[in-house]
């Protein structure tokens, strides 16, 4: 059932395109990847972002199992009509219960690279989990993203925010930059107030992304909006959203055994 909605979903939307300096990023907290996904899990998560030219992931698991199902994802991803390549960051320097990896997959023939990325040590002492970070070439027209996951809502990640919004700050980058994951606030949220005055956008707003472990009285399975995209001003915005793949309360318990956050969007222009 979560299948046949997710295909249709894809079909109706068409979020894939491609063009001079254009592309679709999608960012995706995937919940435990690598300990406790199923080979029909992993199909289905394939063919949810099997239409963008870039996916960053958030909360691979630390240990090896994390790095083999980055890799069997790629492998499925490949037998649906285009090229992908990936990589995966080192474990962050956490605490044992918080030390994750980040994983980015991308379409090798849009997507170049040059380097094989890395965490941003400088952030090491300031936040749970260090931001991790590549370069990609889009028509030779340079592209850096930050994939992030912060610590929980309870455990103050608004300090996470303003460093990393302080290290942009001094860094100034002239290129495009985006800064994806999944913050635990709200993009209204006035934490985030500096990083759009210094040019940023988020590519969504008053959108939830989390799901409720159960739909409420009126059907609702959605809960928080704590996932975005962050883009530079040298970025057009082409689109922004999330993809609902579930649609129905009655595919919510299986929905969850993806993922308790749908993955968010960005169909963007280089400028």
């Known amino acids: 059932m979560i299948l046949r909605t997710t295909v249709l979903l894809l079909t109706l939307v068409h979020f894939s395109f491609f063009g001079q300096g254009k592309a679709t990023l999608i960012s995706w907290n995937i919940?435990?990847?690598?300990?406790?996904?199923?080979?029909?899990?992993?199909?289905?998560?394939?063919?949810?972002?099997?239409?963008?030219?870039?996916?960053?992931?958030?909360?691979?698991?630390?240990?090896?199992?994390?790095?083999?199902?980055?890799?069997?994802?790629?492998?499925?991803?490949?037998?649906?009509?285009?090229?992908?390549?990936?990589?995966?960051?080192?474990?962050?320097?956490?605490?044992?219960?918080?030390?994750?990896?980040?994983?980015?997959?991308?379409?090798?023939?849009?997507?170049?690279?040059?380097?094989?990325?890395?965490?941003?040590?400088?952030?090491?002492?300031?936040?749970?989990?260090?931001?991790?970070?590549?370069?990609?070439?889009?028509?030779?027209?340079?592209?850096?993203?930050?994939?992030?996951?912060?610590?929980?809502?309870?455990?103050?990640?608004?300090?996470?925010?303003?460093?990393?919004?302080?290290?942009?700050?001094?860094?100034?980058?002239?290129?495009?930059?985006?800064?994806?994951?999944?913050f635990n606030v709200d993009e209204k949220e006035a934490v985030f107030e500096p990083l759009k005055n210094i040019g940023f956008k988020s590519s969504i707003s008053n959108q939830k992304t989390t799901l409720k472990h159960k739909c409420d009285g009126n059907g609702r399975y959605l809960n928080y909006a704590i996932d975005n995209i962050f883009y530079s001003k040298n970025i057009l915005k082409l689109q922004g959203g999330t993809i609902d793949y579930i649609k129905f309360c009655e595919n919510l318990p299986m929905a969850r055994q993806l993922s308790d956050h749908l993955p968010v969007l960005l169909k963007f222009q280089l400028q």
């Open 31 to 182: 919940q435990d990847f690598g300990q406790s996904k199923n080979a029909e899990e992993l199909e289905q998560i394939a063919e949810i972002i099997r239409e963008a030219d870039i996916v960053a992931i958030q909360e691979v698991v630390a240990g090896y199992g994390g790095a083999q199902a980055v890799a069997k994802l790629s492998d499925l991803l490949n037998r649906k009509g285009s090229k992908w390549d990936y990589v995966i960051s080192n474990p962050t320097n956490s605490s044992k219960y918080a030390t994750e990896r980040y994983a980015f997959l991308w379409k090798t023939s849009k997507i170049k690279i040059k380097n094989r990325g890395q965490l941003i040590k400088e952030l090491d002492s300031l936040v749970d989990r260090e931001p991790f970070f590549i370069d990609f070439y889009i028509n030779a027209h340079k592209l850096t993203i930050l994939n992030f996951h912060s610590r929980p809502h309870g455990k103050n990640p608004e300090a996470e925010i303003m460093a990393i919004t302080e290290y942009l700050t001094e860094k100034k980058p002239e290129q495009p930059l985006i800064l994806a994951g999944d």
